[in-house]
């Protein structure tokens, strides 16, 4: 029963479709993969170029930019563990620190 009720549901809606695109005459509507084919121009450059193309390059980018951060963060995890390891890699603690500022603060000259 639901079967007979689908197949009329879609025999009216492509019944009522088509009534549609006669009564509004709409036929150059572009398809997903036609709105990708159309041409841009590149104001700074004056050069066109496919949508699509653009994309790509983009997606090009992106993907070198995720390698990069990959990269790097690998390199922090690496420093991090030589800096556990090896005692004479100590980072300074801001009280430690032989900078004027720091030697200001411990003197409480200028609060």
């Known amino acids: 029963m639901k079967k007979i009720l689908f197949n009329i549901r879609e025999f009216l809606w492509v019944c009522a479709s088509e009534v549609e695109d006669w009564l509004y005459p709409y ?3 572009l398809t997903p993969e ?4 159309v041409r841009v121009k590149d104001p ?3 050069e066109t170029y496919m949508v699509e193309e ?3 390059s ?3 980018k992106v993907d070198a930019l995720y390698d990069d951060m990959v990269w790097v963060k690998h390199m ?3 420093h991090e563990k030589l800096v556990q390891l090896n ?3 100590r980072v300074k603690k801001a009280s430690e620190s032989f900078s004027v500022s720091g ?6 000259i200028n609060t």
């Open 27 to 29: 036929r150059n509507r």
């Open 34 to 37: 036609e709105r990708f084919e």
């Open 44 to 46: 700074y450059t004056e």
């Open 54 to 56: 653009l994309i790509q």
């Open 58 to 60: 983009l997606n090009q």
């Open 76 to 78: 922090i995890t690496e």
């Open 87 to 89: 005692p004479k890699f």
């Open 103 to 108: 030697s200001i603060r411990s003197s409480k």
